[in-house]
Structure formats: structure tokens, C-alpha cells
């Protein structure tokens, strides 16, 4: 059978059986429901983000970077206007049939050099910074040129009791309930003490499960030194 995804009154209900609020009209399901349950999944997402990173929340999206331009607009990235990743994975561009990574800009570092550059002869030293709106581009490409970005999206809107968590928070959504279930126990200001308890349980659990979930190739430590199997001064400019 399949399942069901989790919805804000899913969620709700859930809590309300735990705190013997079922059918209780002391709680309003369409607004400070939906307030609880938002503010407790995002503390979840952000938790999940923390411990598992890019193996649970990478998404892509390719980007123009006009010639003559070294910014690019990322508001709408995450399909929401005015609405910026929460986290910037990885940027890399497609020169000469490879998808090429490039490195983070330092501000420190910023060169701003005004010439307009062919950015196949660059190859690693093409480098990206977020700055407010935008992602910078060190050097000006005398071309357009397709980037793609890897990053984090923010979690799912809620904003009404229809509305559904992601599916990789799904599997933890006890701890929205539990927390949801806390913020009722403190608007009656009953003891929150067992919840908040089963909540450090929760997030041992989660940090438990924290290891690669390919466990034969485990993650490592970067090597700062080398790009592509070359030394990092190979791509100097």
C-alpha cells in the first residue's frame, strides 16, 4: 500500500491525541496549528540538514551567466521569488566536454578585474561568491556560459492544513508531533518534561543515524592541495 504523505492536520491530530486535546476547540487547527506545525518542522529540516547535508537535501539547477555580467540572480532559485537556497553546495560550469567545479571566492581575494575573459582557458581558476541576491563570478566570462548549481532548498511551505512535509523529514516526523505536542503543553502551561525528554531521544536517534548511507564508500577529508588530480598551482592565472 502507499503511503501517506504527512500533512500539517496529520501532524496536528497526532499531537492532539498525545496531549488529550482530541476535538478540543481550545486549539485552532488553521492558524496556531498550522504555526506550531510549521515552526516545529522547520527545526526538524534544519536539524536533518546539520547532521546529513547534501546526502539528503542536494538539488540542481543550471543558471546563465551573461557575457560581459559577473553576477547572477538567485531569488528565485528555490521556485519561490525573493526566496534564497539556504545553503550553497557546489557551483561547476561545462568547458570542453567536462563539468568543471569551481572554487569560492574569498572576499578578501576579489580581484575586480573588469576585462571580459574566454573562460576555457581558465578551467579551475574560475571562481563564485554569494553576495546578498546574487552569486558573484571572478573572471567576467566574454561568453554565456551555463552554470549549475547544487544546493539546499528551504523545507516545504506550510501555510494551510493541506499542506505536506518532504519526504525525507517524513520518516522523522515524530519529532514535529512531539514538539508540536510541547507547544500545547505550554499554552496550557502543563509540565513539558516527558516530551522534552522523548525529544533529546529523538535527536540522539537522529545523530545515530548520521554515518553514510553508503557505507562502503565512506566519506573523506578533501585534499585543499590537488584539483582534477593536478596540483592546485596548475590552474593559476
Not at 529523538?202 to 548520521?210: D, K, P, T, V
Request: aromatic share 10%; net charge negative; with cysteine.
Amino acid at each position: 500500500m502507499a503511503e501517506t504523505s504527512v500533512t500539517a492536520q496529520n501532524v496536528i491530530d497526532r499531537a492532539r491525541a498525545r496531549t488529550d486535546k482530541t476535538g478540543s476547540q481550545w486549539i485552532t487547527d488553521s492558524t496556531e496549528g498550522v504555526d506550531w506545525v510549521r515552526e516545529s518542522y522547520k527545526e526538524l529540516y534544519e536539524l536533518l540538514l546539520t547532521v546529513y547535508g547534501d546526502e539528503y537535501f542536494g538539488v540542481t539547477v543550471d543558471k546563465t551567466v551573461t557575457s560581459g555580467s559577473r553576477t547572477v540572480d538567485i531569488t528565485t532559485l528555490d521556485d519561490e521569488a525573493v526566496y534564497l537556497p539556504l545553503k550553497i553546495l557546489r557551483i561547476d560550469v561545462a568547458i570542453n566536454d567536462l563539468r568543471v567545479p569551481m572554487d569560492k571566492l574569498q572576499f578578501a581575494d576579489t580581484v575586480l578585474d573588469d576585462t571580459n575573459r574566454d573562460w576555457t582557458s581558465f578551467q579551475g581558476s574560475i571562481r563564485w561568491r554569494w553576495t546578498g541576491n546574487f552569486l558573484y563570478f571572478e573572471p567576467i566570462p566574454s561568453s554565456n556560459q551555463t552554470v549549475r548549481i547544487y544546493f539546499v532548498p528551504h523545507a516545504n511551505r506550510i501555510t494551510q492544513l493541506s499542506d505536506t512535509i518532504d519526504r525525507q523529514s517524513e520518516h522523522w516526523s515524530e519529532y514535529i508531533v512531539c514538539d508540536v505536542a510541547r507547544k500545547i503543553r505550554m499554552k496550557e502551561q502543563s509540565s513539558t518534561a516527558e516530551l522534552d525528554a522523548e525529544k533529546a531521544v529523538l535527536i540522539q536517534r537522529i545523530h545515530a543515524h548520521a554515518p553514510p548511507r553508503d557505507m562502503s564508500r565512506p566519506q573523506t577529508i578533501a585534499d585543499v592541495r590537488m584539483r582534477h588530480g593536478l596540483p592546485i598551482d596548475y590552474f593559476w592565472y
